[in-house]
């Protein structure tokens, strides 16, 4: 079984064929969803007795995942949860809460592995950022970035549309509460310019993948198998889906 396999059945059961119409869809599909990735590289990243620092975690280290969440923060020997909105207060699985933007983090701790989910498109200055990063981070450490990439549809239009009018779509879609909606900036969105921030800080890229995103259409039967329908035609052309999330792995240099 390999680790999206193990990350799936620890969210949804030993038995993906008896599952609710969604995931059993997905399943038979062969999809993985991107939160499904980097929740399985960061299953992997977190070692017995390292210490992990979540930023931007909010209520949730995987908000769709609490047993893996509870799981990493039982194996890792320390779990900070950096965030400068109120929801961190609701975050039970975080071993310190620390409110506050991650640049004005101060701590004498560097960390094994410092992971942004969904985080970094809303950083405004992404080299204050990185330097803070570069601070944290032990060397040899790893910094995991999930985020979107700013050139899939859905960033486009949400970069078009004022962001009174953001957490609408967000709702009829995927229901997500008016709390976990906020501003963004897409300053790191890219894969190049990911790399570029992070070579100019010390760390190199060690792993990158886009993830394909058919989530857009995923609250209903017939348009999951639609939207899943044309993903696996493209990649029968070994083409990338339209809709897609970036997932970087970043090394600090030395020992």
């Given at each position: 079984m390999n680790d999206l396999e193990q990350v799936f059945?620890?969210?949804?059961?030993?038995?993906?064929?008896?599952?609710?119409?969604?995931?059993r869809i997905r399943w038979r599909f062969g999809y993985f969803s991107p939160d499904e990735h980097y929740e399985a590289v960061v299953n992997r990243l977190v070692t017995p007795g390292c210490a992990w620092l979540d930023v931007g975690c909010g209520r949730n280290i995987f908000p769709s995942n609490r047993p893996l969440a509870k799981l990493l923060a039982q194996r890792c020997a320390l779990l900070v949860g950096v965030d400068p909105d109120e929801t961190i207060n609701d975050n039970d699985l975080v071993h310190e809460r620390v409110r506050q933007n991650i640049e004005d983090y101060h701590t004498s701790r560097t960390f094994d592995l410092v992971t942004l989910r969904m985080a970094a498109e809303h950083v405004a200055d992404p080299g204050r950022m990185l330097t803070t990063l570069a601070r944290l981070t032990r060397r040899g450490g790893k910094v995991v970035i999930y985020t979107v990439n700013r050139w899939s549809p859905v960033p486009i239009l949400t970069w078009l549309v004022p962001f009174q009018l953001h957490h609408l779509p967000k709702r009829v879609l995927w229901r997500t509460d008016p709390r976990d909606t906020f501003p963004v900036a897409y300053r790191m969105n890219t894969r190049k310019t990911l790399r570029r921030l992070f070579e100019e800080h010390g760390f190199s890229e060690s792993e990158f993948r886009y993830l394909d995103d058919c989530r857009t259409l995923m609250r209903f039967r017939a348009t999951l198998i639609l939207e899943l329908s044309l993903w696996r035609c493209l990649r029968t052309f070994r083409l990338t889906y339209p809709e897609n999330c970036l997932l970087g792995v970043y090394e600090r240099a030395g020992s």
């Open positions: 059945r620890l969210k949804y059961g030993d038995d993906p064929l008896a599952l609710d119409w969604g995931p």
